[in-house]
């Protein structure tokens, strides 16, 4: 479809069926997960020319925006399957 399709928790149960099913479909995926190992592990499975993994903690909001500066401007789907942490009680 050569759709870019930015993927958070890429390397879970979820996000890699979703990984899968996109570049099966011939889209070009951002893949994001806080497990880098992972992330390399998925980008040789799926291949490097259809995955551009970036490792990012998703919850750490400072640090995660310029990981994703440039490549999610480009993205025309988001899929979202990170697991939400509990936030501390203040």
């Known amino acids: ?20 099913r996109f570049v099966e479909q011939g889209d ?3 893949a994001l997960d806080i497990d880098a ?6 980008t040789k ?5 259809q995955v551009s993994p970036i490792a990012v ?4 909001a400072p640090r ?3 990981p994703l500066h440039p490549p999610w401007k480009n993205a025309d789907r988001w899929m979202c399957s ?7 009680k203040v």
């Open 1 to 20: 479809m050569n759709r870019v399709v930015l993927v958070t928790g890429a390397c879970g149960g979820i996000g890699s069926v979703l990984c899968k």
């Open 28 to 30: 070009t995926v951002l």
């Open 37 to 42: 190992a992972a992330l390399e592990r998925l």
């Open 45 to 49: 499975q799926l291949g490097e020319t």
């Open 57 to 60: 903690d998703l919850g750490d």
């Open 64 to 66: 995660c925006s310029k």
């Open 82 to 88: 990170s697991p939400m942490r509990a936030q501390p």
